[in-house]
């Protein structure tokens, strides 16, 4: 398989549909409602290749999330997924080569977009363009 | 010539003394009487042979003949000569008798006259106010005739032994140089003429008198010099006029250097006879310099030269005096200068010569003021014509006196029509205004009456009308100013729309993410539940089998029972809430961390490319049946502005542009995409040729929630979202044009310059 897939976000339902769209799409699925939640799991010695990061967490910005996972794993990817109309990518994200495609508004009339993005991401290295 | 005369006098003389005459004619008869007498005895003296050669035959005779010759005829002759002489001394004597008589009557007559020319002299002498003097070799008075004294009233011990030069010290040391001179010529024994000096002998005398005299030197019968004798004159009075005439032209000269006009006389020639300070002074030169020159070569402009000696002729042809009301004078420093001038003609006393005075004043600053008065009353209309509120102006009765252009246009007549009309009956719109025309001329303030609201062509419209008094002292009156507010209030209600939807914005930013969370929540719950009860999956059936469910069965059921449809409602009303949700944060103010350098082609294809992916078979139009048609601009490039804005303002119109083409079933549905180059934007066009609008519809088609279409087809804030973009997000102006069956054009303006961006 291509490895898990991190999902952290705090409203329940949109974890929850995210989790069972993708799992259906064949993919392992891990989601935590924090960011605190989600670095104890990957402490715990579990490899992700992918990370789909809301920015409104309870314990700390999606941003400074992304930033600590970058950091502790530099192979991680991220994809963001936010209910925010006001949110950019902050400059030193894009310097980890992000972009506006990586960011995903809420509400997502259709997954098909992201879980595809998702799929992209997860595949091994060489393969990706 | 007096010698022909006194012949001729002579020989005219009715009376000539005896024998004067007849002293020649005696001697020259006696010549005559000679011959005669030898002849008388006819005896030829043979001696006297030149008298005949036959004599010679007479020799006896002859002797006697001969002795009586020389005896008798001598005697005869001599008792003749000394008759003769006799008579002859006679004749001499009684004429100098008479001469002496006649030279010494003569002289008795000389001596009289002399005594009455004597007599008559010292009459004048002791009379006249001159008198005579004396001085001996050493220039001392010796003698002063009477007159002297009684004239100048010095005594004679004052004057005689004493020099001139001592009777005048304090004349003489006020111009020793005319006394040395007239000392040098007495000592040169000279005569002299009209010497004038002031007698003062101490200088606490009251007044020293002015004496003009003259003086010849007297010599002696050896020639030696023996002093001076003259006259003497007391001109005090003649130069105490003279002094007073002085000063009295001096005072005139001062007063008319005084006068600031210049005042100036040139003869026909056009010489200057007179010219004050002012006049000199515009030639850059003195009085004295300007005099008797010649008008031509002072005056530097030589047409304004002769046209101003071409008035002096005139004037002085015509002999009358002329007003030039205005002529041109540039002085020495080129400045031009406007002159009315006065000319008038006289006789130059003395030279008995036609002169012209002339008074000219400098009246540029009064012109210059009369043509500011003008060009500020032409200014001043232009002020009002160029108002676009409706002026009029009336009287206190509401007759009109004035309305500016746009009171024509609103009127349909001309100001010269409309004075003197009532104005109400000119504007009947206006009428019941006359209560506050007179209110405000009564109360001497202004009255407003604001929103009036009035039919212009069965159209409703605003107004603000103004009543305001005329102040002015000479004219009572009022003004009443309209002003067309209709597209004020129009504009008014939008901003207050605008400004509404900018709170609904603000809200809207604060709460998207709570609204996006559940409706996130709602959207992918609903795809997921839709994935979940279809057979397809194979999740689902392993599921389905494990519990012994036919899925095909479930899904049957799921259908007679409306659930699908259900479900896709609940998808359709989530998807419109994301949407009004998005539509309400466009109204929020963006940072411009969004704005970048866009290209104007390829954001229209990219669009373009949305627009035809977008179709809707439900809204029943199909975008790939339209023609696009491209009018790019080529000297056209990028744009600065918020990228995915623009695109969903042009995506919008474009939207808009094929629903309505397809509502209508327009026959060959065209949309043409336009863009130019302006000097300030960057103009983009959406242009199609639909069933467009009227003028009802297109004044509301930026209002939020203002829609045509029916309803659930839109929310009504598309065009006013586009609107919003484009003025307030971008500084640009968003303007619609449209006519019933004529299709409709949507211009999108954006600023080319950066720094007019928010």
Known sequence: ?129 | MPKPISLRQRSRSTRPPAGVPSRVAWIRSLVWFLPVLLALPGIADAEMGWLSQDSIDFHGFAEKVQFALWVVVPAIMLVVVVLFWSWLLYRQTARRTRQLQRELSERRRVEMALRESETRFRDVTEAASDWIWEMDENLRFTYLSERFYALTGIAPQYVLGRTRWELAGVDSAADPQKWRRHRELLEKHLSFRDFIYQTQLTSNQKEGRYLKVSGKPIHDGQGRFRGYRGTGTDITEQVKAETALHQSELRLRRIIDLVPHMIFARDSHGHFLLANRATAAAYDMTVGELVNRSHHIVHRVDEEAERMLADDQEVIESWTSKLVAEETFTDHAGQVHTLQTMKIPFTEPGLNEAAVLSVAIDITEQKRAKEEVARMRLYLKNIIDSMPSVLIGVDPWGYITVLNQPAEQAGGVSWEAAQGRFFGEVFPQLEGQFEQVRQAIRHGRPIKTPRMTLEVEGELHYADVMVYPLMADTASGAVIRMDDITARVRIESMMVQTEKMLSVGGLAAGMAHEINNPLGAILQGSQNILRRIGPDMSQNRSVADALGIDLNLLNRYLQERGILRFLEGIREAGTRAAKIVADMLSFSRRSESRFALVDVEDMLETVLRLAASDYDLKKKYDFKRITIERDYDPALRAVYCDKTEIEQVILNLLKNAAQAMAEEGTPSPTITLRTLHEPDYVLIEVVDNGPGMDDKILKRIFEPFFTTKEVGAGTGLGLSVSYFIVTEQHNGRLSATSKPGQGSRFSIRLPRIREALP
């Open chain 1, 1 to 129: 398989m291509t490895g898990w897939v991190l999902i952290v976000d705090d409203e329940e339902m949109i974890r929850e549909n995210l989790k069972a769209y993708l799992e259906d799409e064949g993919l392992g699925v891990a989601a935590f409602e924090s960011a605190t939640h989600a670095l104890r799991w990957l402490r715990d010695g579990t490899a992700c290749r992918v990370c789909i990061m809301d920015m409104r967490l309870p314990d700390m910005d999606g941003n400074a999330a992304i930033r600590i996972l970058h950091r502790l794993y530099p192979e991680m990817e991220f994809l963001i997924h936010t209910g925010s109309s006001s949110y950019s990518l902050p400059e030193d994200l894009r310097a980890m080569g992000l972009d506006d495609d990586r960011v995903y508004r809420k509400p997502l009339g259709d997954m098909a977009p992201l879980a595809a993005a998702v799929r992209a991401l997860a595949a091994p290295r060489e393969v990706r363009p």
